[in-house]
């Protein structure tokens, strides 16, 4: 990537931190830029999370999704790019991050990366 940004993400405290309960975030309008040949890429990003003392402001997040727009990068470095900054910021107990692809010539292609442990 160009530049970090993960700075952007913004948490808030869990109320709940004695409870284990999940968060799913979808986000379908998710895009990046092959670096191969300068082609759009258009995604939904799936985050599943666990969280422990600290929860992800949904706004940040949008902000920080919306960075990707013009990044050249490939699917399983997007995916993992994502877990890696949203994992350092709100520190679940658990995390997995799913980026399906819409199909490029004929091949539809889901990256899934998780941090974190079942219980």
Known sequence: MS???ADILE????????????????APEFTSVCPRTGQPDFGTITIRYVPD???VELKSLKLYLQ?????????????????????????????TIEAAFTPRGGIRTTVTATVGKET
């Open 3 to 5: 530049e970090p940004f």
């Open 11 to 26: 948490t808030f405290e869990n109320e709940y931190p004695g409870r284990d309960y999940t968060i799913e975030v979808v």
């Open 53 to 55: 003392r600290r929860c």
């Open 67 to 95: 960075r990707f727009r013009n990044e050249g990068m490939f699917y399983e470095h997007a995916a993992n790019r994502i877990l890696d900054d949203l994992a350092t910021a709100v520190r679940p107990r658990r995390m």
